[in-house]
């Protein structure tokens, strides 16, 4: 059985391939693009953009592995009648879930700004889970998913890293999944939550995962031979 090895921290993880997926979290036009809805938030939607680069490189690393690889959205019906009232009306009438952005109505499904960013978009017969929560797990078949393909781990890349990523990765550790987080593949609209978020994680000897980065994961991937 091929096993790899990964610098991380707190500490080196192993971990079999073949049990492993990537996951690209919510790489979505609203959270990247500068007319979506990070940037109707008052976010710097550049903050999020250095990602994209490493997991371009990840992400064709993964295909060539026949990796398992998941990629998400968040977003809502165009009725917003799976948008809890709570989500909806946190903002002022006009920076609304629903409302009309640049790009369609924000964050709402079939819109142009709900869909993937076309660096990263998703291959015929890759899983796109379409979720309503931040947690990936929340009102999806992502749990499914992971266990009909005998997953227990899961590189965790995407944005963003304090709201979408932590709160999946939270979820992923409490039902029994490995979270290996690529630090250089996620990022946060703030530096210091992205900083925050990754201590987090790996205190306390890993108390939600391992933190570590693309270099790692691509050199553990380039030393192995092909998934048969
Ligand atoms: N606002 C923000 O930082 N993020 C989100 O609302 N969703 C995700 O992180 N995907």
Redo the contacts with the bound molecule.
């Keep these: 059985m091929t096993i790899w090895q990964i610098a991380a921290e707190p500490a080196p993880v192993a971990i079999d391939p073949a049990e492993t997926a990537l996951i690209i979290?919510?790489m979505?036009k609203d959270?990247l693009y500068p007319d979506g809805?990070?940037a109707f938030?008052g976010?710097d939607v550049t903050l999020l953009q250095r990602t994209i680069a490493p997991i371009q490189a990840l992400l064709a690393a993964a295909r060539q592995r026949g990796m398992l690889i998941i990629h998400t959205r968040?977003g809502h019906l165009a009725d917003l009648s799976d948008c809890p009232p709570t989500k909806l009306n946190r903002w002022p009438p006009g920076n609304r879930i629903g409302d009309m952005g640049p790009m369609g109505r924000i964050l709402v499904r079939g819109e142009e700004g709900h869909d993937i960013i076309d660096e990263l978009a998703p291959a015929s017969g890759e899983i796109v889970i379409d979720k309503p929560g931040?947690n990936a797990f929340y009102a999806t078949n992502l749990e499914e998913v992971l266990q009909a393909h005998h997953i227990r781990n899961l590189l965790v890349t995407?944005?963003?890293t304090?709201?979408?990523?932590s709160a999946t990765v939270i979820a992923a550790n409490d039902r029994g999944y490995n979270a290996i987080v690529l630090r250089d593949c996620v990022a946060?609209?703030s530096p210091e939550r992205h900083a925050a978020v990754l201590e987090v994680i790996k205190a306390q000897g890993g108390i939600f995962g391992w933190v570590t980065d693309s270099a790692q994961v691509l050199s553990a991937i380039s030393k192995q031979p092909p998934l048969s």
Aim: charge should be negative; hydrophobic fraction near 25%; proline fraction near 0%.
């Design positions: 979290i919510d979505q959270f809805y990070g938030l976010n968040e931040k995407g944005v963003t304090d709201v979408c990523c946060s609209y």
